[in-house]
């Protein structure tokens, strides 16, 4: 019979002195000598120390992390059930509510009323601005700010949206398009549009369950999933959470430790993903002021509590996840890092102009992610939609564009929100589009049901734009079929993105909406 503890004997372990036992899904462990190397710090372990610290451990940590980490000889035992003595509720890690408005302003006979802000049932939504909507005025604050923030003043964040409004169609007329075919493939996996789910951070932080919802949608729509390495849940929970020949990317961020890279490698190739996309945009974490003015109060992602990183939680969600990132990264590394992929596809993501494209083809890379990482890293990087026509250009002055004797491909990510956005980016020269914070905000608000909302919104606009630009299949949207014209001349335009955008104050503010 398995050991069972006291819960008065773990009330009697709650400090450094005496001992730190604490209780997580109902079993007992000593964390004692865990205390200094934890990655989120001493305080939140103290803090729980003699308690039930599932509450607080739950909504960042995979399920087994607790055991992966610690020796067994300081797992105690389970909880005799009903024995942890009473104790006051420690203060709450989550943080209220967005400073976003949670109420809405009507005018009745030209007078201003407030109204409460109620959540709208699924069915009302229609675009993934209204998830987007949705996810300001319910998410947490934390959870907002981490998922919302860009870098300085966030100018490229907002430029990846509007550099879309700069190109337009040219649509050719009395074409047979009384079916159309939107399905595709991404580095020669089928798809059932040209759209993938891109990585992103912290699941949890929006919905309990987390990536496995994207994961299911996902499976659900024939899309691919790009699995982030800084998950709220294990790698595993979203491989094992797939349905059978379901198309799993990962998204890297190499670790200085290699050994620990290669692991990641290895494993997921022993799992089946088919292909490995090497964050090369990421040296340097970019100043997310947003998110920095809300301190980190979890812990890490499933993959620093596997490793025990150590890292700053005094900088918001960001800077707290991201202490093992390797900034030595460079272009001698990736031979290395493409013999441990084996068979899996190598795609470097975060490529913002045209002579690293072109690098990326000559070592031997299967592809390139235009793109400029949300907008959180460097403010003034280009879009990576604005910079596909110089890229694809450049790429076919070289051999390496759409040719079946070497194939590479370019991928972009970074400010979509329509159907149309994505038939652009296929006009000029890209397979595939990714997709990632509409993805979460439709997490957050609405779980599994609301990421296959979204899905089946984009797939509506496909067959809907496809119709009315002429175009009967994704192979025959071509060049001629927009206008570049106006690509390279910023505009400032009010768009629903604008609704959505949370303008940034500085110290001392607070946003008034």
């Not at 900088?315 to 272009?331: E, K, T």
């Not at 690509?487 to 607070?510: A, D, I």
Request: hydrophobic residues 40%; contains cysteine; glycine residues 8%.
């Amino acid at each position: 019979m398995a050991k069972q503890v006291d819960g008065k004997e773990v009330a009697e372990h709650n400090s450094k002195d005496k001992g730190v036992w604490i209780v997580v899904h109902g079993h007992v462990y000593d964390v004692t000598d865990f205390v200094d190397e934890h990655p989120g710090g001493a305080e939140i372990i103290l803090r729980y120390a003699g308690k039930d610290a599932t509450e607080e451990y739950e909504p960042i940590h995979p399920p087994d992390a607790i055991k992966e980490n610690l020796d067994p000889s300081k797992h105690l035992g389970a909880l005799i059930p009903n024995t942890l003595p009473a104790a006051p509720q420690p203060q709450p890690t989550e943080p209220t509510p967005a400073p976003a408005p949670m109420a809405v302003t009507i005018q009745p006979h030209g007078h201003a009323e407030a109204e409460e802000y109620v959540k709208p049932p699924l069915d009302q939504i229609l675009s993934l601005h209204d998830f987007e909507a949705v996810a300001r005025r319910t998410m947490s604050k934390r959870g907002w700010n981490y998922y919302s923030s860009g870098a300085d003043d966030e100018i490229t964040m907002r430029e990846n949206h509007n550099a879309y409004h700069r190109v337009w169609f040219r649509p050719r007329i009395l074409r047979n398009v009384s079916t159309v075919d939107y399905a595709t493939h991404i580095l020669g996996f089928p798809s059932s549009m040209p759209v993938y789910i891109t990585a992103t951070a912290l699941g949890k932080l929006g919905h309990p369950e987390g990536e496995v919802c994207l994961t299911k949608a996902a499976g659900e729509h024939g899309i691919i999933q790009m699995i982030p390495t800084l998950a709220s849940c294990s790698f595993d929970e979203m491989v094992d959470a797939a349905i059978p020949n379901q198309i799993q990317f990962l998204q890297l961020y190499v670790n200085a430790d290699r050994a620990r890279t290669k692991k990641i490698i290895a494993h997921a190739a022993e799992r089946g993903v088919k292909a490995l996309f090497i964050t090369v945009d990421a040296p340097q974490l970019g100043r997310r002021e947003k998110d920095m003015r809300t301190k980190f109060e979890g812990n890490a992602s499933a993959q620093q509590t596997q490793g025990g990183d150590n890292f700053r939680k005094d900088q918001g969600a960001a800077r707290a996840i991201s202490s093992f990132i390797d900034p030595s990264l460079n272009w001698n590394d990736l031979a290395e890092l493409k013999t441990a992929a084996g068979k899996m596809k190598v795609v470097l993501k975060g490529v913002q102009c045209w002579e690293d494209a072109v690098r990326a083809a000559e070592i031997g890379m299967d592809g390139v992610v235009l793109s400029n990482h949300g907008g959180r890293q460097l403010d003034f990087a280009p879009s990576g939609f604005q910079i596909l026509p110089s890229v694809v250009h450049h790429l076919a002055a070289h051999g390496y564009h759409r040719n079946p004797a070497r194939p590479f491909e370019v991928l972009v990510d970074g400010g979509v929100r329509r159907a149309t956005d994505v038939l652009k980016a296929i006009a000029l020269g890209a397979t595939g589009v990714g997709i990632g914070r509409p993805m979460i905000y439709a997490m957050s608000t609405y779980g599994t049901d609301g990421v296959s909302h979204a899905l089946q919104i984009l797939k509506d606009e496909f067959d809907m734009n496809l119709k009315l630009i002429g175009a009967p299949t994704i192979q025959d949207v071509v060049p001629s079929m927009v206008d570049t014209s106006a690509l390279s001349h910023p505009s400032v335009e009010v768009t629903m993105f604008t609704e959505n955008y949370e303008r940034m104050m500085p110290v001392g503010y607070k946003a008034k909406l």
